[in-house]
């Protein structure tokens, strides 16, 4: 195979079938990945040696380590896996994302025709299955009563918005998370990364998860959604715009499905949460596990300092304490080593 056919085929199997932009930056990622193929010794040095600009280099390896085709644990050391193996995994995650995406195509082709032949007033949108509620109280007495109704789980995807911390302590009349369908076994808690503005989340969480829910961190998107079973959804519209509907309820049962689906891919990449049993698994000090955890999720130092009421100085220092005895160099050598054992330990 020569080298133009080879970049090609690269490019088509790494970039081609995601999405991504295609732009100029991503043909880097392939050239970073074509010359660790061709080098018997691929470091993170050698590459820089060869030209790359080291930025480039280092987002190029945390890209190629989180899709499986490489091991970046230690950049000095790079493992590449071989091609054939690596890409028919990378191959069965797409397929499981792409038939999510199919089963989401009926029931949008759906909402699309009907919303196209449905009269002016958006109230009476796909009326029976799906409806604008203006009303917060009317949002949260629907909620209650799904909740109570719901047989089999809930996931509440949850974004930040002036009553989040409020909601997550359960000091909203009539709303609580920690005992709404308590007789469920499975009760999803999806945590934006926005929440952790607020002082006192992390404790809240871990009491969410102490109470019996399933607790667990994402960087995107930064929305409110709450699903009850395949019969409805409710997605939050209040901190888009907070004059106009406080929220969107789906009750057609295809549409909820797809969106489920959904959450549960969200759900396998996201972070647990850094409780005293996940720290001892992974070998570590829950207060490391914890400050690891945060800055994973996107939090600053100020942040994370804030959340667990210690100095933003005693943060940098146990951050760097940890990276020492581990003999990491970066940040972002320590998310990939980190990033690594929670996925061992899922």
Not at 53 to 61: I, N, Q, W
Not at 74 to 100: D, G, S, W
Not at 238 to 252: N, T
Not at 285 to 294: F, M, W
Request: charged share 25%; aromatic share 4%; glycine share 6%.
């Amino acid at each position: 195979m020569d080298t133009d056919y080879a970049r090609l085929a690269a490019a088509e199997a790494l970039l081609g079938a995601t999405g991504w932009p295609q732009a100029s930056g991503n043909d880097g990622i392939v050239e970073v990945y074509l010359a660790t193929v061709q080098s018997l010794t691929p470091s993170r040095r050698s590459l820089i040696e060869a030209g790359f600009d080291p930025p480039l280099v280092d987002y190029a390896l945390l890209l190629l380590h989180h899709r499986k085709v490489i091991d970046a644990s230690n950049p000095e050391a790079l493992v590449i896996h071989p091609p054939k193996a690596a890409l028919q995994r990378y191959a069965t995650e797409l397929e499981t994302f792409a038939t999510t995406a199919r089963q989401a195509i009926e029931p949008l082709t759906e909402l699309y025709r009907q919303v196209r032949s449905v009269p002016e007033d958006p109230d009476q949108l796909l009326a029976g299955f799906v409806s604008l509620v203006h009303s917060r109280d009317d949002v949260l007495e629907i909620r209650r009563t799904e909740a109570a109704r719901a047989r089999q789980r809930t996931i509440r995807l949850i974004a930040a918005s002036p009553d989040t911390l409020a909601e997550l302590r359960g000091e909203i009349p009539g709303v609580d998370i920690a005992t709404e369908s308590r007789h469920l076994e499975e009760r999803l808690v999806l945590v934006h990364m926005s929440v952790f503005n607020e002082e006192g989340t992390l404790a809240a969480l871990l009491a969410l998860e102490a109470a019996g829910c399933r607790v667990r961190l994402f960087t995107s998107p930064a929305l409110t959604l709450s699903i009850f079973d395949d019969d409805c959804a409710i997605l939050d519209l209040s901190s888009a715009d907070p004059h106009g509907p406080a929220a969107l309820v789906v009750r057609y049962r295809p549409i909820v499905k797809a969106l489920a689906k959904i959450m549960e891919l969200q759900w396998r990449s996201s972070l647990p949460l850094p409780v005293q049993g996940r720290a001892s698994a992974l070998g570590m000090d829950t207060r490391d596990l914890q400050i690891i955890t945060l800055l994973g999720a996107g939090s600053s130092d100020v942040t994370i300092a804030r959340q667990l009421g210690i100095s933003q100085r005693t943060v940098e220092r146990r951050l760097r304490a940890y990276m020492d005895s581990h003999g990491l160099e970066t940040r972002y050598q320590l998310g990939v080593f980190v990033g690594k054992a929670q996925t061992l330990e899922r």
